[in-house]
């Protein structure tokens, strides 16, 4: 229990810290099989800075996507980083900018939670690595099924 205590209060510490906060963050749930996925969240950044990068155990590989009109159809693509504009929170949804999870090692089932590593660079160039731990969640998207 006192170790359990600890890592609750150290959270809270880094948490008061923090200059990027995600609420809400969830991971599409997926079947067997399947190589990819989807995790969604809300990103504030109190003084501005840009998503640079994401990991997960969970994929080989993340990416952060946007969705773009691509002639008559709304495609994926990846880009390399994402604005993070002062104090107003980013949303990542099915059908807009989304982090992408690829090169799954294992079924992301309803109840599992997944670990992500948010890195954001401030607007001094500064690093800060935010973990998160999204669940999973069997939402049905369908506009998130769309073609590279
Ligand atoms: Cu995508």
Request: hydrophobic share 45%; no cysteine; net charge positive.
């Amino acid at each position: 229990m006192a170790i359990v205590r600890l890592a609750v209060a150290a959270t809270l510490a880094l948490a008061a810290q923090a200059q990027t906060t995600v609420k809400d963050a969830w991971v599409r749930g997926t079947v067997a099989q399947q190589k990819a996925s989807g995790a969604f969240m809300h990103i504030t950044s109190a003084s501005g800075g840009k998503l640079v990068s994401v990991s997960s155990p969970v994929a080989g590989v993340a990416e952060i996507h946007e969705m773009a009109m691509d002639g008559n159809v709304m495609r994926m693509r990846a880009v390399p980083m994402l604005e993070l504009p002062a104090g107003k929170a980013v949303e990542l949804k099915p059908g807009g900018y989304h982090v992408m999870l690829l090169d799954l090692k294992q079924q992301l089932r309803n109840g599992d939670t997944v670990p992500l590593s948010l890195v954001v660079e401030g607007k001094d160039g500064q690093r800060e690595t935010v973990e998160i731990k999204a669940p999973v969640k069997p939402l049905a998207t369908p506009g998130h099924d769309m073609k590279h």
